[in-house]
């Protein structure tokens, strides 16, 4: 029988500090070769992603490194871990002892909802939010009582938090952000709304971020396109996430604000197949800590830490959760 002992959150930190964390995740995006024939970054110019191509170096302000998505466990690198370790901290997939592809499982769940990267931060008295906006149908879906299940890493960060979701209607009042960036799948569905520029959408997520401490948005179009291998979606999508990271980096104070943008596996650089790859992912960092963030980030799991330490937060490391997520045991993680 194990004992177990209790959590208890440390006080808050003695330096606070104004220092802002625009934190994008994009869906399986890795860093590709020079082959034009496979890789859309290679095919089509970008100014962000040029390295993903196969570039020297980067073409923005700021800087990219090479993240290991493998995390130290044998196999193709997938969504439910690398996600988990993206917004937590912990190696999802030494959790499970390997990598597990869709939505968290009942091992992983505890650490979005009680032990999360947003978790930390509120309980030390910052504010933290996922800025994605949610539909009334996908709301309607999370009354059904095993709806866990079949809730993302992000929802369930969200969730985990306390804090409520963004609606549409959060979002035609320019509270918060959607999926598709330029409004094409607003209006794929019916929604009455003009298209807007991938540019000013990411001046609006920078400017939103300035009422937080951190902020997450999501993008996962980049994943679809990796497993729908169209050249023509990615030719799209492409542009409109390099507008949107042009925008963010026109917008941020880098005296205050530091960008990160990172994902959990490799996918859409290789088209030549539909799955996941073994390739690292990009990390791009920019404003003010990136230089310090390049020399710090090795595995996905390093990035929520590293938020935390700038934050004057302490990680918890070494725990284990219940699937409950009520108590801990101390574990090497």
């Given at each position: ?114 032990a999360s990267l947003f978790n930390r931060l509120l309980e030390t008295g910052y504010k933290a939010t996922l800025l994605n906006s949610y539909s009334d149908r996908y709301l309607k879906r999370l009354n059904h009582r095993r709806a866990e299940r079949m809730m993302s890493a992000s929802s369930l960060l969200q969730m985990g938090s306390g804090q409520p979701y963004f609606t549409i209607d959060d979002y035609l009042q320019g509270k918060s952000m ?156």
């Amino acid at each position: 029988m194990k004992s177990y002992q209790t959590w208890v959150v440390p006080n808050l930190p003695e330096k606070r500090n104004h220092d802002r964390f625009i934190y994008i995740f994009l869906d399986g995006v890795g860093l590709g070769t020079a082959n034009a024939q496979i890789n859309p970054f290679a095919k089509f110019d970008s100014t962000f992603f040029s390295v993903h191509g196969g570039g020297d170096s980067a073409r923005f302000p700021g800087e990219i490194i090479s993240t290991d998505a493998h995390m130290s466990i044998e196999g193709l690198p997938q969504s439910a871990t690398g996600q988990t370790a993206l917004f937590t901290g912990y190696n999802g997939a030494q959790i499970v002892g390997r990598h597990i592809n869709g939505f968290p499982t009942f091992s992983l769940r505890p650490y979005l909802k009680t032990a999360s990267l947003f978790n930390r931060l509120l309980e030390t008295g910052y504010k933290a939010t996922l800025l994605n906006s949610y539909s009334d149908r996908y709301l309607k879906r999370l009354n059904h009582r095993r709806a866990e299940r079949m809730m993302s890493a992000s929802s369930l960060l969200q969730m985990g938090s306390g804090q409520p979701y963004f609606t549409i209607d959060d979002y035609l009042q320019g509270k918060s952000m959607y999926m598709d960036i330029t409004n094409w799948f607003l209006r794929k569905h019916g929604q009455k709304i003009s298209l807007v520029k991938p540019e000013e959408s990411g001046r609006k997520l920078a400017r939103l971020a300035r009422e937080y401490d951190t902020v997450v948005y999501e993008y996962f179009f980049t994943d679809k396109i990796g497993h729908e291998q169209s050249w023509g979606a990615a030719k799209r999508i492409l542009s409109h996430v390099d507008g949107l990271l042009s925008g963010v980096w026109e917008e941020i104070d880098p005296q205050v604000d530091t960008v990160i943008v990172s994902s959990d596996h490799g996918n859409m650089e290789d088209l030549s197949t539909k799955s996941h790859t073994h390739n690292k992912v990009g990390t791009l960092l920019g404003g003010k800590h990136a230089a310090y963030l390049a020399k710090s980030i090795q595995y996905l799991y390093d990035i929520p830490r590293q938020i935390l330490k700038l934050k004057n937060v302490e990680f918890l490391e070494n725990i284990v959760l219940h699937d409950n997520g009520q108590s801990v045991e101390t574990a090497e993680v």
